[in-house]
């Protein structure tokens, strides 16, 4: 009986036995999408119910406000890399400015004062760093908006080379008028942006042929799991940055097929769900395998995320921190949002733990958090290469987004977690940094939550 028990066993495994039924698209897709992810100790499912029923709504709520909705961009900075850059010509890769009346006016007085009263003493402020101390014989007021809101030299806790916002290149773009979704733009020169990316800057060896990119194809079994024994093979930082420009890739691939041009009219243009672009990107069969390790790399990025927003809730409690626009009632209700929300992420039970990385002997650490940094810092100049103005715009956003938590992370400056003593007035956010942060991780959440619509949307197909 045991042996004709193996056997009908044997004939099931192998394929001679009951017949199974064909994976749907579904299954395809998000088939190695559950469980634990690597390098953590949190599951994608905890993700999907926190992200998709708590945190989505409330923070898609936050990101309608006119402080987050307006960011200064100069799309008009030189690519440093090349010059041969082709300028998309095509009606939805242009951006559309804003007017000079259409932005609040506190938000344009001076973007990295957070206050009234922090504005209204701009000049004395000024002055006094200009000087490079602060001047005993000013107000005692002057002196305390001096301390807390004096832009820091900080260079070296900054990953991204962030625009300069005085430039007369320097434009306001509302994010709601300009939305990220699918313009045409692919090609050579979109390749040519993600293979410098992946292959200049993701601490590849030179001893691994396969491409990095993953939509690199003709990558035949061995060279897979040669490539990604390789991976596993590196150190959890090194192997960190890959899965963060892998999860970024794959949340921008997740924004495109949810917003696809799907009909034009002379008098409308329809935007929806593209399961067929979709499932070029991600399927498993059609991919070889790549599509749901990319899946899985956006919940890793997700959680990098949410654990910076939840680390430097501190920073954002400060009595004298406001969401400064000049409407006041509006301001004092997007913090208490704001706040919120962050208390929300405060308490998910299973963050990523910053303090594995940059551990061990203390000088290799910080010469691996300066190649870090670095890395990370010549993608966010690589942006300014991109042909297309929309994909620029949002590609600069969310670079500098994740370029912020990271400086969150790991920054020396920030003392979070002590209220006895509170966070320290040395570490400093710009405003163009806080809007770029939240936009980011709002990018991330929309991801998964349209992971979910998709999946929906796959599940009867074959």
């Not at 992420?345 to 870090?372: M, Q, R, T, V, Y």
Request: with cysteine.
């Amino acid at each position: 009986f045991l042996i004709g028990l193996l056997g009908a066993l044997w004939l099931l495994g192998s394929g001679h036995g009951e017949q199974q039924p064909p994976e749907t698209a579904a299954q395809r897709c998000f088939c190695q999408v559950s469980g634990y992810l690597d390098d953590c100790t949190c599951d994608v499912e905890t993700i999907d119910r926190f992200n998709n029923y708590r945190l989505f709504p409330r923070l898609q709520k936050l990101l309608e406000s006119d402080y987050f909705r307006y960011y200064k961009v100069n799309l008009k900075r030189p690519c440093p890399f090349w010059n041969d850059i082709s300028q998309c010509g095509r009606r939805d890769c242009a951006v559309k400015p804003c007017q000079s009346d259409e932005v609040p006016v506190g938000i344009k007085s001076a973007s990295y004062k957070y206050s009234e009263e922090a504005n209204n003493l701009i000049e004395e402020c000024e002055q006094a760093e200009r000087l490079g101390a602060v001047d005993e014989s000013l107000s005692e007021e002057t002196q305390k908006a001096v301390l807390q809101w004096t832009k820091h030299d900080d260079s070296s806790d900054n990953f991204c080379e962030a625009d300069d916002i005085q430039s007369p290149d320097a434009e306001y773009v509302d994010l709601l008028l300009n939305p990220e979704r699918y313009t045409g733009y692919k090609g050579p020169d979109a390749w040519k942006i993600w293979n410098v990316i992946y292959e200049e800057n993701c601490f590849k060896p030179q001893t691994i042929k396969r491409p990095l990119n993953p939509l690199a194809s003709g990558q035949g079994k061995s060279e897979e799991n040669t490539f990604y024994s390789w991976l596993e093979g590196l150190c959890v930082e090194k192997r960190a940055f890959y899965r963060l420009i892998s999860g970024l890739h794959a949340s921008i691939n997740v924004h495109l097929s949810a917003r696809y041009l799907l009909q034009e009219t002379w008098l409308e243009k329809k935007w929806g769900h593209n399961i067929t672009e979709f499932q070029q990107r991600f399927d498993g069969i059609l991919t070889e395998g790549e599509g749901p390790r990319r899946l899985k790399n956006l919940y890793f990025l997700y959680l990098i995320e949410l654990r910076a927003l939840s680390k430097v809730l501190p920073f954002f409690e400060r009595p004298d921190f406001q969401l400064f626009t000049g409407n006041k009632i509006q301001d004092e209700e997007n913090k208490m949002l704001l706040l919120e929300i962050l208390h929300e992420i405060k308490s998910f039970p299973l963050h990523f733990d910053e303090n594995s990385f940059f551990a061990g002997d203390k000088k290799e650490a910080h010469k691996l958090k300066e190649d870090f940094r670095l890395h990370f810092r010549n993608i966010s100049r690589i942006m300014d290469c991109v042909g297309c103005f929309k994909c620029r715009l949002w590609g600069k956003l969310q670079t500098q987004g994740l370029g912020t938590a990271l400086k969150i992370l790991f920054s020396e400056k920030l003392i979070a977690n002590m209220p006895e003593s509170g966070p320290s007035y040395e570490f400093h956010l710009t405003r163009q940094e806080i809007v770029s942060l939240f936009n980011a991780f709002g990018r991330i959440s929309t991801s998964v939550k349209e992971l979910e619509n998709f999946r929906n949307l796959l599940q009867n197909i074959h």
